[in-house]
C-alpha cells in the first residue's frame, strides 16, 4: 500500500511556519500531488511553539484513475518521513514526544536556540545542555541535518521560513525538482529575493551534508575548543599548560577592562591559588575534578569567576559597550538596516546614587549614599536621572565616550574598592579550602558564580558569597572538610535556584549554618486614589 509522505513543521512566532506549509502544498499542487496541511496553534512568551502537518501522496493526480486518496490531519508516533524544526530544544520535544524513528525519519534542526521562559527564570545556568539535544537527534533519526539557519536567515536578509524550505527541498524527501520550489517563491520584489537568497542557503547546506557524510559526524561531535591565540609571556611563564586558556582569556577581559597593571593583580591573585594548590595534599575521594581540566581544578575554577568579578559592570563599562562600532554593526544587522538607510539608535539609562556614587572616593560617597537612603526611609523613592540618549548622534556619542574614557579614575572609586575588598575575602577562602581539602577549596571557588548581574542582584550574590564563606570554611567547624565541601556545594546550588533565597536559607539551615539576616525594608504609605483627602 502506498503511504503518503508525512513532515511535520515545528515553528516559533514570526517565523513564517505558515507560509513555509503554504508554500510546500502550493509547489505539491502545482506538480499535480495531492496535500493537505493543518496546524496546531502555539503559545506566545517561549513556552511552545506553533506544529505544522503536512502529507503528500507520492502519485501524481493523472495516475490515480480519478481515485482521491484519503490524507491524515494529525502526525502519527513513530510515523513521520521528515521532522522540520527552526529550534533544536523544539526538535527534542517532538521526538520526545515519539513522533520520530530511527528506522526511516529524517529531522532537519537549526542549531540555534531560543531560551524557554523557565530557562531564563533560572538564577543560575538554566540552559538545556546543547550537546544532550544534538545526541537525542541523533539517536531518534535515520538521518539527520543540524545547521545554524539563524546564521542563514542573517545572511540573507530574510526569515527562517524560507531557509526551512531549501532544506526540505535538498533532504529529497518529496519528488519534487528544485525549480517547482524556487517557481512557489516568485522572483517579484525584494522579499522575494530575500526567500530565495534563504532559499538557496539552506538548499546548498542539506546537499553539501548529503554528499560529505563526514561532514554530518563533525556537526554532531562537540565543537573543538578553539585556539586561545598567542598566550602571553606572564601566564605560560608561571602556569603550566592546561591553564593556559582560560588563564589568557581572563587576563584578556581584565587587561581590556581597565590596564596593564590591573591585568597583572589578576595572575598574581592566582598565582597564590596556584601555589596553594600545588603545595596541597593529594585530593581525598570526594574529590571529583572537572572533565574539562587535565591537573589544577580549583585554579581553573578560580581564574573563570575572578576574571568576570574583577571585570564588574559599572555605568563606565555600560558607556563603553553602548558606543563600541561593532554593536552599531549589529543593530543595525538585525533590524536589516541598508548602507542607505538612516538609523536612529536610542539608550535609555536611569542611573541612581549607588550607580554615580561608585566612581567617587569615599569621603564624597558616603554622605551621597547615606541622603538616598534617608530619602527612602521616609517614603520616597531612590533618586534616580532618566537619560535618553540618541547613540547615533555626535552629542550622545561624545557623551557616551567621556563616560566609557573615565575608566581611569574607577581604582579611586568606591565600588572599586569594596569590590576588591569582597574580591579578596573569597581569594582567602579559596585558599584556605584548598589548604584543608582540594575539594572545599574547589567548591568555594565555584561560589565565584553567584556573582552575577548587576545592581540588587549583585549586591544578593555578593552577600550570599560571604555569608557561605564565613559561616562554613573556618577550621572550628566539627565537620571534615569533606563533608564541608559537599554543605558548601549543596548551599551553592540551592543559591542559584530561586531569587528571593528560600532555597538557600533552608539550605543553610539544613548544613549548620545560620540563615541570612533580614534585611530592613521601609515601610511606605500610599494614599487611596479614591479618598478625597
Not at 375 to 381: A, E, P, V, Y
Not at 423 to 451: F, H, K, S, T, Y
Amino acid at each position: 500500500m502506498t503511504k503518503p509522505i508525512s513532515i511535520l513543521l515545528c515553528a516559533l512566532g514570526g517565523e513564517g511556519g505558515g507560509v513555509l506549509a503554504d508554500w510546500l502544498v502550493e509547489v505539491a499542487l502545482r506538480t499535480d500531488y495531492p496535500a493537505q496541511a493543518t496546524s496546531i496553534p502555539g503559545v506566545a512568551q517561549r513556552t511552545g511553539a506553533t506544529t505544522y502537518y503536512i502529507e503528500v501522496f507520492p502519485q501524481k493526480r493523472g495516475s490515480l484513475g480519478g481515485k482521491q486518496p484519503v490524507l491524515g490531519l494529525n502526525p502519527l508516533p513513530g510515523r513521520l518521513d521528515a521532522l522540520v524544526s527552526s529550534e533544536l530544544l523544539e526538535t527534542a520535544r517532538q521526538i520526545g514526544n515519539g513522533l520520530t524513528s530511527a528506522a526511516h525519519t529524517c529531522v532537519i534542526t537549526s542549531s540555534a536556540r531560543i531560551l524557554t521562559t523557565i530557562e531564563k527564570m533560572t538564577i543560575g545556568d538554566g540552559r538545556t545542555d546543547g550537546a544532550n539535544l544534538r545526541t537525542l537527534v541523533a539517536e531518534h533519526s535515520k538521518a539527520h541535518h543540524i545547521l545554524d539557519m539563524a546564521r542563514m536567515t542573517q545572511e540573507a536578509g530574510t526569515v527562517v521560513s524560507a531557509v526551512m524550505f531549501g532544506c526540505i527541498a535538498a533532504s529529497g524527501v518529496l519528488p519534487f525538482a528544485r525549480a517547482d520550489y524556487e517557481a512557489v517563491i516568485g522572483h517579484a520584489g525584494k522579499s522575494a529575493q530575500a526567500s530565495l537568497r534563504g532559499f538557496a542557503l539552506g538548499y546548498d547546506a542539506i546537499e553539501a551534508q548529503r554528499v560529505q557524510h563526514h561532514f554530518i559526524e563533525s556537526v554532531m561531535t562537540p565543537a573543538p575548543i578553539e585556539p586561545v591565540g598567542e598566550v602571553p609571556t606572564a601566564v605560560s611563564k608561571h602556569f603550566p599548560a592546561p591553564l593556559h586558556r582560560m588563564l589568557s582569556l581572563g587576563y584578556a577581559r581584565v587587561l581590556e577592562y581597565q590596564n596593564q597593571a590591573y591585568a597583572d593583580q589578576y595572575l598574581a591573585r592566582l598565582d597564590q591559588i596556584f601555589v596553594a594548590e600545588k603545595s596541597a595534599a593529594s585530593p581525598s575521594s570526594a574529590f571529583t575534578a572537572p572533565a574539562s581540566v587535565d591537573a589544577w581544578p580549583v585554579t581553573e575554577e578560580s581564574a573563570r569567576w575572578l576574571a568576570l568579578w574583577m571585570a564588574f559592570d559599572d555605568v563606565v563599562r555600560v558607556a563603553d559597550l553602548k558606543s563600541r562600532v561593532s554593536r552599531g554593526q549589529r543593530v543595525r544587522g538585525e533590524v536589516k538596516a541598508n548602507v542607505q538607510d538612516l538609523l536612529k539608535i536610542y539608550d535609555h539609562f536611569k542611573p541612581g546614587v549607588p550607580e554615580l556614587a561608585g566612581l567617587l572616593p569615599d569621603f564624597l560617597a558616603n554622605p551621597l549614599v547615606r541622603w538616598d537612603r534617608a530619602r527612602t526611609l521616609k517614603g520616597n523613592s531612590p533618586w534616580a536621572l532618566p537619560l535618553k540618549i540618541g547613540t547615533h548622534s555626535i552629542t550622545g556619542m561624545l557623551a557616551l565616550r567621556l563616560m566609557a574614557a573615565l575608566k581611569f579614575v574607577r581604582p579611586w572609586g568606591s565600588r572599586f574598592k569594596a569590590e576588591q575588598q569582597s574580591i579578596n575575602a573569597w581569594l582567602q577562602a579559596v585558599q584556605r579550602g584548598v589548604q584543608r581539602d582540594p575539594a572545599l577549596g574547589l567548591e568555594v571557588a565555584r561560589c565565584g558564580q553567584l556573582i552575577k548581574g548587576y545592581g540588587s542582584t549583585n549586591e544578593r550574590g555578593k552577600d550570599n558569597l560571604l555569608h557561605i564563606i564565613t559561616h562554613l570554611t573556618t577550621s572550628q567547624s566539627a565537620k571534615t572538610p569533606a563533608q564541608e565541601a559537599q554543605s558548601v556545594a549543596r548551599i551553592r546550588q540551592a543559591a542559584l535556584q530561586d531569587e528571593a533565597g528560600q532555597a538557600l536559607d533552608q539550605a543553610l539551615l539544613q548544613n549548620g549554618a545560620p540563615a541570612r539576616p533580614v534585611l530592613a525594608q521601609p515601610i511606605r504609605w500610599m494614599k487611596n486614589p479614591r479618598l478625597n483627602f
